[in-house]
């Protein structure tokens, strides 16, 4: 049965899962794109934000994007419950993405987060600075449909805190990991219906 079509009951037939291979081409090509484009512009691998080195020990570097991405999951989860705007966007979020296992939805966090934490910060960011790195995650995150244009407003803040995460760490660890903690509870949250 196609996506969108009534099943005999009367209510809408489930979405078939995303693409397991489909997702991960693509982010392996926005990785392979953003360790491109920082080879050719500086000469290094998208994962250090400058030559300094990361001074801070890595457990410190991983335990700060992960409480980073918990509190943003928290906010996320917030403005869902509490808002009609974040209601919406997670109704729609929750309409596109069908059922996701535990395990796809950890996968597609893992690939997504660190592809495009590489492209962002890794490879723009030292580029184009941190404002304009920003404002281009916000605007990959633009749907021009009604209940999903908020959701580049919450990677307008997401992406900010990000590259703040990369300039003070050094490196991509603290922003990749915050970022696949909050793509990780919230695919499999929104897969599972979102709010209530």
């Keep these: 049965m196609a996506a969108g079509k009534s099943d005999p009951l009367g209510g809408p037939s489930p979405r078939p899962p995303l693409s397991a291979v489909w997702v991960s081409l693509f ?17 290094v691998l998208p994962w250090r934000s400058g030559p300094a080195a990361a001074s801070a020990p890595v457990w410190l570097r991983l335990g700060l994007g992960v409480g980073s991405g918990l509190g943003l999951v928290v906010l996320s989860r917030l403005a869902a419950e509490r808002t009609h705007a974040g209601r919406s966007l997670a109704s729609e979020l929750a309409r596109l993405l069908g059922g996701l296992s535990v395990r796809r939805a950890w996968g597609f966090a893992l690939v997504s987060g660190i592809a495009e934490e590489a492209l962002f910060r890794g490879a723009l960011q030292p580029q184009v600075g941190w404002l304009a790195a920003t404002l281009l995650f916000a605007a990959a995150h633009y749907v021009p449909r009604r209940g999903l244009r908020v959701w580049a407003l919450f990677a307008l803040l997401a ?24 793509n990780g509870f919230n695919l499999r949250w929104l897969s599972r219906g979102g709010p209530r």
Excluded at 31 to 40: D, S, Y
């Design 159 to 182: 992406g900010a805190w990000f590259g703040v995460l990369f300039e003070r760490t050094g490196d991509l660890l603290a922003p990749a990991a915050a970022h696949v903690v909050i």
């Design 27 to 43: 982010y392996a090509a926005v990785g392979g794109v953003a360790i491109c484009w920082r080879l050719w512009a500086g000469g």
